[in-house]
């Protein structure tokens, strides 16, 4: 399919692609030029960080013995160890 630059700079993306993607009127769209092309897509939401502080306790299972922030750290940074060899 082919579509043109209006001398405003807008350009008719296809129905059949709008369609596709599920980009209704009003979609917000990110535009990045790649090798001389251009790429539309949509923003990626960001991710909401979050203390480890604030998890502590939201894991628990019933019946197991709740581990410390301590215990947690050690974890992580012992897989952490182990996967980056």
Do not use: C, F
Not at 15 to 30: D, F, I, P, S, V
Not at 59 to 75: F, Y
């Amino acid at each position: 399919m082919k579509t043109k630059v209006s001398s405003k700079g807008q350009v008719v993306i296809p129905k059949a692609y709008r369609q596709k993607l599920g980009w209704e009127n009003g979609t917000h769209l990110e535009v990045r030029e790649d090798a001389g092309q251009l790429v539309l897509s949509r923003p990626q939401p960001k991710a909401k960080t979050v203390s480890i502080d604030a998890l502590a306790g939201r894991l628990h299972r019933p019946n197991t013995k709740p581990i410390s922030l301590q215990e947690m750290e050690d974890a992580l940074t012992k897989e952490i160890k182990k996967h980056h060899k």
